[in-house]
């Protein structure tokens, strides 16, 4: 059965599998030359995705990528499953595996050399529309590669109209693209989201859901994305896919085989690797599973969030800098005591209305500062907000997206905005204990790597709740 292979692993071994990566991608770079109509080529794999290309006849199936609902993890395992098996037909290498880029690992954090070096066209593993560090070899930041939060959550979705955070994201009815204003599923928004804006930059193709997956290091991203949901499962304690969901268990998405012939699949196809879709990973080949990460357990909530404080009200958030900070008011006199929260109570951020009109490339390092604290420090760090699957606003107004007739497609007109929840909990309990904490506090927002956002980005309000 095919394993997929961290790449790490690969490269000290000698590393065919990376031969023949390099041979499926191309023999399908060519097939898009020739046609890019051909749905086994390079291109249109990567339009399966997104694209701003315009053509009829295959509208429907491109912009398809499923982004801030619980389709996530589902869908992206069907994408990789049949690009995988097209690499594996197309390099002709029959055992050809997927590998998996582990940057969560503190020394793997460097992109793989084979998609750095030589940094120039004969490679067709390297892409210059990267950040200029990470084809340096510069690490990943250790706050973006940080998944232990993601899987620290037991349950997979969030209700509808629910701000309560998930592994994998908001339920919805029916596909789209970029679910709106659904709450982003932990998992996808880091690590994916913020890998996906430390590796493509400002105007890099990482970076822009309509160039990523041309980027050849978009697949081993996603490997690894897929990897880490199995993992999550074997740490049980309760964690589990939504079974009992039937839209997500029934609806079905539409790809293609090594053949060129439209296969659909729907969750219920892929819920097990080794015995529906003939692959497994290497780190998970015998039972029990490996030495759980150390995440803590956070138990689905049976209460609804109360909003206990905000920006103010009806200001919108607009970010055009790499750091600004912002003061939190409450909603109530009461509701700031002296010791918000009481004991045992969830603390959440919400970033709410997240828009942009164009990818903006950055992320937002998130710091929660106790009163008269004006720097942040690591032991205010509550996470990062990937900026990247939003539906560009300028886009969704125009009709750019000239999919959006076509199939699994939403049509609606508040397509654009995202919510993203961070759990701040553990950051308020370690003020307490240490005395630092009064229930005044400022938010502040940095950008990873300082970077300055090419679009702004705006957020309708963050808000502060208790669970
Ligand atoms: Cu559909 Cu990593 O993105």
Known sequence: MPTRRNIYNILEDGGSTIASYRRGMEVMKARSRANSNDPTGWIFQANIHGTSENNPTFNQFWNVCQHRSFFFLSWHRMYIYFFERIVRSASGDLNFALPYWNYSQPNQRV??????????????????????????????????????????????????GSFAP?????????????????????????????????????????????LAARDPIFWLHHCNIDRLWEQWLRLGQGRSNPVNNSTWMDVKFSFFDENGQKQEMSGKDILDTASQLNYVYDDMLTPPPPTPPTVSLIAPASASPQLVGSTSKGEVIRLTTSAASFSISPVAQTAFSTALPVANQRVLLAFEGIEYDNSPGVNYEVYLLPNGQSAPKEENYVGTIGLFAMESHAHSHTGEHSGHEHGNHDTGENNSQATVVLEATQVVEALRQRGEWSGQFRISLVTTYQDQPVSEVRFKQISVYTL
């Open 111 to 160: 992109l793989p050399q084979p998609f750095r070096i030589p940094a120039d066209s004969s490679n067709t593993l390297y892409v210059s529309q990267r950040r200029t560090q990470i084809n340096q070899g510069t690490p990943l930041p250790a706050t973006s590669v940080d998944y232990s939060r993601a899987l620290s959550y037991v349950n997979f979705f969030t209700n509808t």
């Open 166 to 210: 998930s592994f994998g994201g908001g339920v919805v009815s029916r596909p789209m693209q970029f679910a709106s204003p659904n709450v982003t599923g932990q998992l996808e928004n880091q690590p994916h989201n913020v890998i996906h804006g430390d590796i493509g930059g400002p105007g890099g193709w990482m970076s822009d859901p309509r």
